[in-house]
Nanobody
Framework: VQLQASGGGLVRAGGSLRLSCAAS????????MGWYRQAPGQQRELVAD???????HYADSVRGRFTISRDTTENTVYLQMNSLKPEDTAVYYC?????????????WGQGTQVTVSS
């Protein structure tokens, strides 16, 4: 199983970006999907996640600006980021909790850089 993340880049404060993360391989079921981020010198933190039932959860710092969504037919999770701030600058990682042939487990994408200039 592989997760391929895309959509990062450089944007000015107030701008928008949309991240995508598609899972491929022998996937039997997907539970939750989420986005995390890690800024230099800081721990990785949860940005947003979406449960198997479709419920969403956001970090306080992004609520009202970011929207997580998914396409279950494409095993893809999205993160629409609006009103970006310099403090949103980080490497963004996607996560999917899914079942392969042998097990349930957490799988991670490779990370995509988001840089917001002031």
């Amino acid at each position: 199983v592989q997760l391929q993340a895309s959509g990062g880049g450089l944007v000015r404060a107030g701008g928008s970006l949309r991240l995508s993360c598609a899972a491929s391989g022998s996937i039997f079921a997907i539970n939750s999907m989420g986005w995390y981020r890690q800024a230099p010198g800081q721990q990785r933190e949860l940005v947003a996640d979406i449960s198997g039932g479709g419920g969403t959860h956001y970090a306080d710092s992004v609520r009202g600006r970011f929207t997580i969504s998914r396409d279950t037919t494409e095993n893809t999770v999205y993160l629409q980021m609006n009103s970006l701030k310099p403090e949103d600058t980080a490497v963004y990682y996607c996560n999917q909790n899914l079942r392969t042939r042998s097990r349930w487990g957490d799988f991670w994408g490779q990370g995509t850089q988001v840089t917001v200039s002031s």
